[in-house]
């Protein structure tokens, strides 16, 4: 015996919300990118809980998946971000007024 | 209490605490190597919840791969005036706190009221060969949609991180 299931997935919306505040608040786009990919860990952490509580395989496929799109989300996210550096000079979002919004 | 799960609440506490250190430094280099160690516990977990190929992957991919871009990354960008201090940013932080701490009082409530979050997870192992198997007999077509995305994602990355000079003597080809 672990824990309840629902200490996982208790950690899994902890982790989650963590995640969501650090690319909300943050002003830095790296650092925008890494609430992200927090968000991404906390939502396969809790199917890797499911797959065990229910002793099918499915949730770990999907985790998976989740580690594929959260690689390439990263490879293009990070190419974003070097690309808008090279043309305004800045990663701050903060930064980023061209249309004066 | 048993072993396993004093190891989970350890377990637990690392990742959260070295998920929160991350959050707040204001050195961006700081930040990630806090989250390499987050992500290499959370690995630990998927090992503890039965999924050890999962967990060679998280240790492989998040905290390998993807830390190690981001460190790149980090290093080769110049340096610029770090961010303003937390405590001017204030107006910033406190409605995304209230919000975020109403809705884990919403999700707390709903997990504790339904029976099935207080069943105990006894430990299990898929193997990774079980694994392997179970993907390519029912999840093949997914692999493949996925091996589709990574490929996109590497003429993506390939194309915006072209140099403009280059481009343009491209476009003029």
């Known amino acids: 015996m672990i824990v309840p299931y629902g200490n996982v997935l208790l950690l899994a919306i902890i982790l989650f919300l963590l995640g969501a505040v650090c690319s909300i608040v943050r002003r830095n786009l790296l650092m925008i990118l890494i609430g992200v990919e927090i968000m991404l860990n906390a939502a396969g952490l809790a199917f890797v809980g499911a797959s065990l509580k229910w002793r099918l395989l499915d949730g770990q496929a999907f985790v998976l998946f989740i580690f594929a799109v959260a690689a390439s989300e990263v490879a293009i996210g990070l190419a974003l971000i070097v690309y808008s550096q090279r043309r305004t000079g800045s990663v701050n979002a903060d930064h980023y007024s061209r249309m004066k919004g | ?173």
């Open chain 2, 1 to 173: 209490m048993t072993l396993y799960s004093v190891i989970f609440y350890v377990l637990a506490a690392i990742i959260l605490a070295s998920t929160v250190l991350a959050i707040i430094q204001r050195l961006l280099v700081n930040a990630v190597v806090y989250l390499i160690l987050s992500f290499f516990a959370t690995g630990l977990l998927f090992y503890l919840l039965g999924a050890p190929f999962l967990a060679v992957l998280e240790v492989i991919i998040y905290a390998g791969a993807i830390m190690v871009l981001f460190l790149f990354i980090v290093m080769t960008l110049p340096i610029e005036q770090p961010e303003r201090r937390i405590m001017e940013t204030i107006g910033q932080w406190l409605p995304v706190v209230i919000l975020s701490g109403i809705s884990f009082f919403i999700a707390g409530i709903l997990i504790f009221e339904t029976a099935g979050s207080r069943i105990n997870l006894n430990t299990g192992m898929a193997t990774p060969a079980a694994f392997g198997q179970f993907i390519f007999k029912g999840y093949w077509f997914p692999v493949e949609i996925a091996s589709f995305l990574l490929l996109i994602g590497l003429v993506g990355a390939l194309y915006l991180g072209r140099r403009e000079s280059e481009k343009r003597s491209e476009d003029r080809q």
